[in-house]
């Protein structure tokens, strides 16, 4: 009698025992190992600062090459997309890039583009190429790793300071397929010094502050769960 009565405590704690595994999954989900979301930039805010160190960019009028990101030439527009007309090409091309993503809004994202901005040209000053691998697309990445190995080959010292950024404007924007590009036009006040080995100052001026105007290009696959977008191409105005 006794085996029988012990025999239902062990179905007892079994069976509590698994109500709590269940609920303890629903509290804490599934995610395992090193399955972290990488950070989005353009989902954050980014203070600006007068220290932050950054660095005028190589080859402005650098494109992403088409084998990076283009689709299949059979691919479908998405009939949301097809719906968007009217108004000027960059409403036309904002409204597309909306309907394919609902979590897309200008504001938010311009926010992004100067944290982005700012972080770019902050790890390109310090050299880090690693850094910026995941920020860039291909080609844009060789040229900026190329000109991190030239100025370490001339043991030079880049030096440059972001004043401000006083202008953020979306200027393009297109869906093509199913990735979306977004142009910006960044106008920043910085101060740009080159340093030799022995710390003299060969190019720039300590005390000079000067306006210069960027125009960079981001892109994201609307389909992708990666919510990033990567530098395509950079360039200066025509």
């Known amino acids: 009698m006794s085996d029988g009565f012990q025999f239902l405590d062990i ?24 399955d972290k979301p990488p950070s989005d930039p353009f989902r954050k805010r980014s203070a600006e600062s007068d ?14 090459s088409d084998e990076d990101l283009a689709e299949p030439a059979d691919a479908a527009e998405e009939p949301e ?12 091309g904002l409204m597309q890039i909306k309907l394919a993503d609902k979590n897309f809004d200008d504001e938010p994202f311009l926010a992004g583009a100067r944290a982005a901005f700012e972080m770019i040209i902050a790890t390109f000053a ?11 697309s291909n080609d844009v990445y060789g040229d900026f790793s190329g000109a991190i190995a ?17 202008e ?8 093509q397929a199913r990735t979306a590009f977004v142009t910006i036009k960044f106008v920043s006040e910085q101060i740009n010094v080159v340093r030799d080995k022995k710390g003299e100052v ?31 191409a950079t360039r200066s105005p025509s």
């Open 126 to 136: 310090n050299g880090d190429a690693k850094a910026l691998r995941p920020l860039l």
């Open 150 to 166: 030239e100025r370490s080959a001339a043991g030079q010292v880049l030096e440059t300071t972001l004043v401000g950024i006083n």
């Open 11 to 34: 179905i007892l704690f079994a069976a509590v025992a698994a109500f709590f595994v269940f609920r303890l999954r629903g509290v804490l989900g599934k995610r395992m190992g090193h």
């Open 51 to 64: 220290d932050d160190k950054v660095i005028s960019l190589p080859d402005r009028n650098k494109s992403e």
């Open 202 to 232: 060969v190019e720039g001026d300590p005390t000079g502050v000067t306006k210069i105007t960027d125009i960079w290009t981001f892109a994201r696959n609307m389909r992708s769960r990666d919510p990033n977008w990567t530098l395509v």
């Open 168 to 175: 953020a404007e979306i200027i393009e924007a297109e869906l």
């Open 81 to 92: 997309a097809q719906e968007a007309s009217g108004g000027t090409p960059l409403e036309a």
